[in-house]
């Protein structure tokens, strides 16, 4: 599976229950989890909403329903659109599986902005949810991820093409096998999954909050029809080919790697909403701590019934991703969370590759936010206001993590586990 399937593939593992196991959850969460409408589905959302306050398995589920309904309000903005999803790590909160939409409305700069918003405002409706279920809550919800899904294409159905397996198979590129077929995916969901879920969230929330901080039009306007090549943007007539010589993929021809160059130079952002900037550090700091709550909760666990994050003590990979986990590995987790917190604290300083002696207070880049500039901030000017002199992390202590992950890598291993 490559790399995961990338960031949203990990944060499209969520929860539905198997008939066998909906007799220990609330009626709604069934409905909630088994819905073929999305009327269905939401009604089930609102009776589970409407409980949470005074059960935490209502509210377990109706944490992971606002996930999953917050990933829908951005495919279907981007749906509606006539997105065409990029194969690209340089923009991980639209590598949705989006279907075509060969009738899309025109986008605006403001508009695209709004979907931005309304995804970030249910992701942390979502968070705030989870954060209210105890941390000792007895959960086990059993899933099989063939079975829920979300509205890709805004047609109120959710059909088997839009269920969670078949969204991780298209962006697996080859997790579908020989014969067509989805393979069933089932793990059981407990607390600890909880946090989990929760501190993917809140990784998202600091995604769409660093956009959200900056005036970002001059790269929509230059570039975004590489992704919206129909809805009317500013350059689509002058840049985009006629439909059959457009490409299946942002690699796929010349129009589009050279937007894709275009998009990299245009990345240079003024701020408009300084606010956004530091609450993305907090909820990179949030993650953080719900990371060592989920490690926390998942090594006190004495059970190991398909378990999607297992201790070293809970045999067994994960059919997702073909892993085994040891305490070497969780062990050098832990000091790659301290780590990333002393960058986000200011307490340690990130190297530049050209300069010496001095290094790069995290905690001033988004507390004290500048002009985002890409390009120069990989060449050097950019990063000039936000270095100081104090300990700086080097490329040993980086390596010394690295090593404990082996042959299945530190990224893929962090996607997963979160």
Not at 18 to 32: C, F, K, Q
Not at 140 to 151: E, F, K, P, Q
Not at 190 to 197: C, P, Q, S, T
Not at 208 to 215: E, Q, R, V
Request: proline share 6%; glycine share 6%.
């Amino acid at each position: 599976m490559t790399r995961l399937a990338g960031l949203l593939t990990s944060a499209f593992m969520l929860i539905v229950p198997l008939s066998s196991a909906s007799a220990a959850m609330p009626e709604a969460a069934t409905a909630l989890f088994e819905a073929k409408t999305v009327a269905a589905r939401d009604t089930a959302l609102s009776t589970l909403e409407a409980a949470a306050p005074k059960d935490p398995v209502s509210a377990y589920a109706a944490g992971a329903g606002e996930f999953f309904t917050a990933l829908e309000i951005l495919a279907s903005g981007l749906h509606r659109h006539g997105f065409e999803s990029p194969q690209s790590f340089m923009l991980p909160l639209m590598r949705l599986p989006v279907p075509d939409n060969p009738n899309p409305e025109p986008l605006t700069y403001e508009q695209f902005r709004a979907i931005l918003v309304a995804f970030r405002d249910r992701l942390e409706k979502s968070a705030a949810t989870f954060a209210s279920v105890p941390a000792n809550a007895d959960i086990g919800m059993v899933i099989d991820l063939t079975r829920t899904g979300i509205d890709l294409n805004e047609d109120g159905t959710i059909t088997p093409d839009e269920s969670m397996a078949a969204i991780i198979a298209s962006l697996s590129r080859g997790g579908i096998s020989s014969d067509g077929v989805t393979p069933a995916l089932t793990f059981r969901f407990d607390r600890a999954d909880g946090f989990w879920l929760q501190g993917y969230a809140e990784f998202l929330m600091a995604q769409a909050d660093f956009w959200l901080a900056h005036d970002f039009r001059s790269t929509f306007d230059g570039s975004f029809h590489m992704l919206f090549p129909r809805a009317k943007l500013p350059l689509q007539d002058i840049l985009v080919p006629p439909a059959g010589d457009m490409g299946s993929s942002i690699f796929s021809s010349e129009w589009r790697i050279a937007d894709f160059i275009s998009m990299v130079h245009l990345v240079n952002w003024p701020v408009v909403e300084p606010e956004r900037r530091q609450a993305a550090r907090r909820h990179l700091l949030e993650m953080i701590r719900l990371s060592r709550e989920d490690w926390k909760a998942i090594r006190a666990e004495t059970d190991n019934d398909r378990e999607w994050l297992p201790a070293p003590q809970q045999k067994g990979e994960n059919p997702l991703t073909g892993l085994e986990v040891g305490e070497e590995q969780v062990q050098a987790w832990l000091a790659a969370l301290s780590m990333a917190e002393d960058l986000l604290e200011g307490r340690k300083l990130l190297p530049h590759f050209r300069i010496t002696g001095l290094g790069i207070n995290m905690k001033r880049f988004f507390d004290d936010p500048k002009n985002f500039d890409l390009v120069l901030s990989i060449t050097g000017p950019a990063i000039a206001p936000y270095l100081e002199s104090g300990t700086i992390l080097t490329s040993d202590d980086f390596d010394q993590i690295q090593r404990e992950f082996g042959g299945g890598g530190f990224l893929t291993f962090a996607l997963w586990f979160n």
